[in-house]
């Protein structure tokens, strides 16, 4: 475990991107660090919230990244320097106040931090979050490796104060999950006093009116905006995070940031063409920093853009080229536009040689391409391996409200349908949760969408629709929706799958667990107690009783109170596995029971109900358990029509 | 492509409108599930072969192997069926009166057969709070008379059947409907695995049927009635034309006309009125003699037990006077006729009969 709070200048450590950023910003002298859970970003926090206490400052883990983003503004407002976390999606729920917060400007250096997901590994897009920074006038900052993680969050602290407003710095999966040497640097004495609005003027309280510069017309503040920007490329020409490494006119110019510029930087280097191309890397990729682009272009005839996940990079330069003087050389630009960079997904080094290859006109045998012997060995070993499907865990609630959810719309019989969310329950989609969420979009989405389902019956729609989202969520963006729906009466009932945790991301608390980031008492809230106020049917079911909460969601689901909410309560299995060690049932299969494949079962636990902790035994046509996977949940033993699935108090 | 069993189901028969809701299906399935009036396919069951498609009385039944199997002979042109004696019956049991349809017979018998130790239990008819028929199974006396009186909805008897212990060994009686008989008589046929043994089946009492009435008719009942109150409906017969609910101080009617959508579609495609694979069948005495049932000897072991019932005077006897035989038949006649006519209308072909396994003879009799 990294131990990022020492002060121990110039001591090197291994530390995950993540990690490095945390560490950076304790070096800036952060006071207010505030984030949601979000895959690639979480590590941010996690590293921040345990030492937050010991090392003074402030950490939470916030209901949304809106509300985080805020509570950092108004940290940094208050002459605190602040950083926010969050991954991609989240800076679309910031975006409105931050397109205001341009307009007045910050206080003490506030960094937002934005990870983004290529390929979209463990999010539901990938989308590419720099644009935002160009739109809007921020400064953006592209670290390449950990310590560039470290030193340019650090920078950005110092950016947002010389510019006055907040600046960005965006990493990617492979940067904050992948572990690099980092040189720590001095960690500053701690002595921060914060103001804000300190005077307020009784005889001429016009002069205290705007505290933080915003004018009653916008477009005057836009004109503030774009002077305070302007001194921005000064800074990016001079930053030591841009640097051009190669021959003097290199034949081909490679123009890269973030991590792609290590899978550019070692493809040069395997293809062995140091005498013919250069490489410049980009640290910070808005504002460019121009002259040093434009130097660079004049040397090349052709210029090659290798960046994780838009064309971003490569579509401002062909900016920047359109707008130099007439009589300045143009090169043949190469990249997502031309077709020789891969336009989706995550860049990787085999994919880099490839494009490199293909403006380099050189053959190169890509290392994936393997001897024809190895390759027909590959094959078989991939015949024999087991598929691993995504799947819940074993003893996950979630399984059980999904069966619920099933049994409920079959029996109920009009077509109903779930609409999904973020988060766990999001395997709804697929065949550990029956495939029964049909739509998916965003943290709150769920709900939201429902809202419009439950308002079609004038066109003949009688379909019922559930609207599914995990406690999180709940508390994340779905308590509008609901609230919508419910004055508004559309036809929908909300489940809320409450495992009481954050877990997809990692068990982070949330309001209704009651704990803080830092580990400190909250003030626990009510999901039943909260939509109870609302009016409307609540109930709460134990998903492991099953036949309960079957009944309950079809009396739900014909109850002629429009909006219903029934919360599918059962604590997440990792969690409670990781608090009790002993499993609550010992589970075991009576083969004497066990029918198998015959009619009256046909497997239903091990082809329908699929929990990892159950297997199928070919030879004795029997199912078992598999018991170093089976959590000892017991749900399983009210599923088997058979009764032969056994549950011991353990 | 081989089709799964459960799916053929659906196509053939629950979707096809033939389901006759008699719960042979389910109950021990856990994919197929009874509620609210249909049969719902809860899950996807990849069996090539099934129970549900195999024990359904409205897949192939071929009704020559199941007359042989039950009374040594072919299916034949008996309107009635096999009977070997035909009669008035009511109880002498007032307890049993008091809550019986018509002269209580099928409660006598069963209580006979229960004393005598003939069987151990009956797969029964019980209503629920909300008049809601489900299949249970009665042990004593008390819970025959919790299962007495008449349901026109289908019941589900045979889930409760299906849902007995594999390792069951109770002497079982069934009290069903003629599509339940016939599920009944092709579990016989070829018996079923992973049931309770069908041999431990020591009586079926059939029950005369014309349909029953689902799509919606409880709906239609709970709008229109407090049945929370209700404690017996009755179809009085010609010319009676209603449908009567009795609470404890008055009957309320509805015409018979307003309950004629709610008919089963399956019933159309029905050629069964008196239940001929039973080994007894019961049904009323008709409006010439309310009061009474009809009752159908069929098997040597109906016959057994009508005997000892006869000598234990559980029962009053008369017998049938020959104009009522003679409408029994007609009615029983015309049934096998419509349903007939209904099929091929279906099938738009005299020699497809769909799920009917009769002769080519008797269907060109019946068409005639």
């Known amino acids: ?650 | 492509m081989t089709k799964y069993a459960s799916k053929k189901l659906y196509d053939e028969v629950i979707d096809n409108g033939l389901c006759t809701l008699c719960g042979g299906c389910t109950g021990l399935c856990p994919y197929l599930f009874l509620h609210d009036g249909r049969v719902v396919r809860v899950h996807q069951c990849d069996l090539d072969e099934g129970q549900c498609y195999q024990y359904c009385p409205r897949t192939h039944t071929d009704m020559d192997a199941i007359s042989r199997a039950i009374f040594g002979a072919p299916y034949g042109e008996d309107e009635i069926g096999i009977a070997r004696e035909v009669f008035l019956a009511r109880s002498t049991d007032q307890e049993i009166h008091l809550k019986a349809q018509d002269g209580g017979i099928v409660t006598t018998l069963l209580s006979v057969a229960l004393t005598e130790g003939m069987i151990d239990g009956a797969v029964e008819t019980k209503l629920d709070g909300e008049k809601i028929p489900h299949g249970v199974i009665a042990r004593n006396r008390k819970e025959l008379l919790e299962c007495a009186g008449v349901s026109y909805e289908p019941s589900p008897i045979l889930e409760a059947f299906n849902r007995l212990p594999r390792q069951s060994t109770e002497k079982l009686g069934f009290v069903g409907l003629p599509c339940h008989v016939t599920c009944l008589s092709k579990m016989r046929l070829l018996p079923p695995i992973n049931r309770a043994p069908i041999e431990n089946g020591k009586l079926v009492i059939g029950l005369f049927c014309g349909w029953t009435l689902s799509h919606g008719f409880h709906q239609f009942l709970t709008e229109r009635f407090d049945l929370t109150k209700a404690i017996k409906f009755d179809i009085p017969h010609h010319p009676a034309h209603s449908f009567d609910l009795y609470t404890k101080s008055e009957t309320q009617s509805v015409d018979l006309d307003e309950l004629r959508p709610f008919i089963n579609t399956a019933c159309r495609y029905c050629i069964d009125m008196t239940a001929e694979f039973a080994d007894i069948s019961v049904g009323s005495g008709r409006a010439l003699f309310k009061g009474w049932n009809t009752v159908i000897v069929r098997t040597k072991a109906g016959a057994e037990l009508v005997e000892i019932a006869k000598k234990d005077r559980a029962m009053e006897i008369q017998p049938i006077p020959d104009e009522s035989l003679t409408n029994l038949k007609r009615a029983s006649l015309n049934k096998k006729r419509n349903a007939v006519h209904r099929i091929i209308d279906r099938t738009g072909s005299r020699k497809d009969l769909g799920y009917l396994g009769i002769s080519g003879s008797l269907a060109g009799k019946l068409l005639s």
């Open chain 1, 1 to 650: 475990m990294a131990h990022i709070e020492i002060d121990a200048p110039g001591t090197t450590q291994l530390l995950l991107g993540n990690e490095a950023i945390a560490r950076g910003a304790l070096e800036a002298g952060i006071g207010f660090a505030t984030a949601y859970p979000g895959t690639p970003s979480s590590e941010i926090m996690g590293t921040l919230a345990p030492i937050a206490r010991k090392m003074g400052f402030y950490a939470e883990w916030s209901i949304n990244e809106m509300v985080a983003f805020e509570a950092a503004s108004a940290a940094s407002l208050s002459n605190i320097r602040a950083l926010s976390s969050m991954k991609a999606n989240g800076v679309n729920v910031i975006t409105d106040f931050l397109v205001n917060l341009q307009m007045t400007g910050v206080g003490k250096g506030l960094v937002l931090v934005v990870c983004d997901d290529p390929g979209g590994m463990t999010s539901s897009n990938e989308q590419d979050t720099r644009p935002i920074a160009k739109w809007l006038n921020i400064p953006l900052l592209e670290p390449s490796t950990a310590q560039e993680c470290k030193d340019m969050t650090a920078w950005a602290f110092e950016l947002s104060e010389e510019l006055g407003m907040v600046s960005m710095v965006r990493s990617v999966t492979y940067l904050s999950h992948t572990r690099g040497t980092v040189r720590f640097g001095k960690l500053p004495a701690n002595t921060k006093t914060a103001r804000f609005a300190e005077f307020y003027d009784i005889d001429n309280p016009r002069q205290s009116r705007y505290t933080c510069g915003m004018q009653f017309h916008p477009y005057k503040q836009s004109e503030v905006l774009l002077n305070r920007f302007s001194k921005a490329p000064e800074y990016c020409e001079g930053s030591p995070f841009n640097a051009y490494s190669g021959p003097e006119a290199p034949e081909l110019l490679i123009i890269s940031s973030g991590i792609c510029w290590t899978y550019a930087t070692e493809a040069v280097s395997i293809l062995q063409v140091h005498d013919r191309v250069g490489i410049l890397k980009l640290g910070t990729t808005w504002p460019l920093p121009e002259g040093l682009i434009s130097r660079h272009l004049e040397r090349s005839d052709k210029v090659l853009f290798i960046e994780e996940i838009a064309p971003f990079v490569e579509r401002s330069v062909m900016e920047l080229a359109a707008s130099l003087p007439g009589d300045h050389a143009r090169p043949t630009f190469y990249g997502k536009r031309s077709g020789h960079v891969r336009a989706w997904g995550e860049q990787n080094l085999n994919l880099v040689i490839q494009s490199l290859a293909k403006v380099m006109g050189t053959s190169y045998r890509s290392r994936q391409t393997l001897s024809p012997a190895y390759q027909s060995t590959v094959n078989e070993v991939e015949k024999i391996l087991p598929t691993r499907p995504l799947t819940f865990c074993p003893g996950c609630p979630h399984r059980a409200s999904f069966w619920a959810i099933k049994h409920a719309l079959q029996l109920d019989g009009r077509n109903g349908f779930v609409t999904g969310d973020i988060g766990c329950t999001a395997m709804g989609m697929i065949s550990p949760g029956s495939f029964q969420v049909r739509t998916y979009y965003a943290m709150g989405g769920g709900v939201g969408i429902a809202n419009g389902f439950g308002h079609l019956e004038r066109f003949s729609f009688n379909q019922p629709v559930i609207a599914v989202c995990g406690d999180s969520t709940f508390f994340h963006a779905s308590i509008p929706g609901l609230i919508n729906g419910v004055w508004n009466r559309s036809n929908f009932t909300l489940a809320i799958l409450d495992n009481s945790a954050t877990a997809m991301t990692g068990f982070q608390p949330h309001p209704g667990t009651g704990v803080t980031a830092t580990g400190d008492p909250g003030k626990k809230v009510s999901i039943e107690a909260l939509c109870q106020s609302l009016g409307v049917p609540v109930a709460v079911c134990d998903p492991f009783d099953l036949t309960g909460t079957i009944a309950t969601l079809l009396r739900m689901l014909r109850d002629e109170e429009p909006t219903k909410v029934v919360i599918l309560r059962r604590e997440c299995e990792l969690v409670r596995a990781r608090r009790d060690k002993e499993k609550p049932y010992k589970m075991y299969v009576d083969p004497a029971r066990c029918i198998g494949e015959e009619c009256g079962c046909n497997r239903l636990c091990t082809r329908v109900f699929s929990c990892p902790g159950l297997v199928w035994d070919k030879e004795a046509g029997k199912a078992m358990i598999d018991e170093a996977v089976c959590s000892g949940c017991g749900l399983c033993a009210g599923v088997c029509p058979q009764g032969a699935i056994m549950r011991d108090a353990a």
